[in-house]
């Protein structure tokens, strides 16, 4: 039997994503509608966002815990978390949690070395691409990073809080994200990190000035073969 998937959910539309991919692609492996046991539990992103604001990472981990404890209680065998900004808070609840976790830039850094990138440009919101979230995972790889300019960081945070969250997809914000990936495509990078689980909505391979690492689905992809084993 398939190990039982836990999301421990964030923002809306980047869990809804992941969800789908994990069921969806489930079926190419299971056979026709079939996919492993997902349990998704998510507060409100209120809660979330109100400490994210006062810079309280510690309570940000508090809010996981509780979810990853409803899920073990529920069943899980092991956690997911859709959002790249609040794994920063992991490092404060994962030695209590009940359930061992995926960890979201573990799954990039592992394509991004298969595929043979050397340095890629990181997009996500204004508290992702400032943290250490990638770094840590990226450079025992040896590969580089980019962080976009701080005024793009917070042109990319807007479109993210202000826009995508909310399943409002608008094209000259899609036009904004293309000339940061193409100016760091200037700057040396092969490959862009879609960091935020709801840029994949509105970016991809078929409209990056660069190849692209979809954090959601390689997220997904790796609970998947997880639960199978």
């Avoid at 298969?114 to 250490?132: D, I, P, Q």
């Avoid at 450079?139 to 990073?145: V, Y």
């Avoid at 840029?199 to 660069?210: Q, T």
Wanted: net charge negative; proline share 7%.
């Amino acid at each position: 039997m398939p190990q039982h998937v836990g999301i421990v959910a964030c923002s809306a539309e980047g869990a809804a994503l992941c969800y789908k991919t994990i069921c969806t692609e489930g079926a190419a492996v299971l056979g026709p509608h079939a996919h492993p046991e997902v349990s998704m539990h998510t507060p409100s992103l209120a809660d979330y966002m109100d400490l994210i604001y006062r810079g309280d990472w510690q309570g940000v981990g508090e809010l996981m815990l509780e979810s990853a404890q409803k899920l073990s209680a529920i069943g899980a065998d092991f956690l997911i978390c859709p959002d790249n900004t609040i794994h920063q808070a992991l490092p404060f609840i994962e030695r209590r949690s009940p359930l061992p976790w995926i960890h979201i830039a573990d799954s990039v850094a592992a394509a991004a070395a298969e595929r043979g990138f050397r340095r890629l440009a990181l997009t996500g919101t204004r508290w992702l691409v400032e943290s250490s979230v990638y770094p840590e995972k990226l450079d025992p790889r040896g590969i580089a990073w980019l962080r976009p300019e701080a005024a793009e960081r917070e042109e990319i945070n807007r479109i993210i809080m202000d826009e995508l969250v909310y399943g409002a997809f608008k094209p000259q914000s899609i036009a904004a994200l293309q000339r940061v990936v193409e100016r760091m495509k200037g700057a040396g990078c092969d490959a862009v990190v879609l960091g935020c689980t709801e840029l994949p909505l509105v970016m991809g391979d078929a409209n990056s000035p660069l190849p692209t690492l979809d954090s959601t689905r390689l997220l997904a992809r790796a609970a998947l073969r997880r639960a199978l084993g």
